[in-house]
């Protein structure tokens, strides 16, 4: 059993920036990956960014690699996302994920076996 609960959340306006956290609790983790996804009213469900417990082995999607930086602390089981020169079209509801051993890439949402409920990030123009 593995909780995960995302804070950080808000209304921020254009040009500003928001540090997202994700906590994984239940048990003992040692090899996974954590990552975030992000889904605006009316669109898919989009990866944003992805690490493994170690802190290496960061990937991006391409819209957001220039601005927002992921980052761990594997002691705590808490995953980062630091969100710089955020603009309108990042608004969305935010979600956490976490995944063990997997072939699939850090942006397929099939090899994360847990996830949050979200924090909504609203960015105004």
């Not at 540090?19 to 954590?34: E, P």
């Not at 469900?45 to 802190?55: D, L, Q």
Request: with cysteine.
């Amino acid at each position: 059993q593995v909780q995960l609960v995302e804070s950080g959340g808000g209304l921020v306006q254009a040009g500003g920036s928001l540090r997202l956290s994700c906590a994984a609790s239940g048990r003992t983790f040692s090899n996974y990956v954590m990552g975030w996804f992000r889904q605006a009213p009316g669109k898919e469900r989009e990866f944003v960014a992805g690490i493994s417990s170690s802190g290496a082995g960061t990937h991006y999607a391409g819209s957001v690699k220039d601005r927002f930086t992921i980052s761990s602390n594997n002691a705590k089981n808490t995953v980062y996302l630091q969100m710089n020169s955020l603009k309108p079209e990042d608004t969305a509801l935010y979600y956490c994920a976490l995944g063990g051993v997997s072939n699939y890439g850090y942006s397929t949402s099939r090899r994360y076996d847990y996830w949050g409920q979200g924090t909504q990030v609203t960015v105004s123009s």
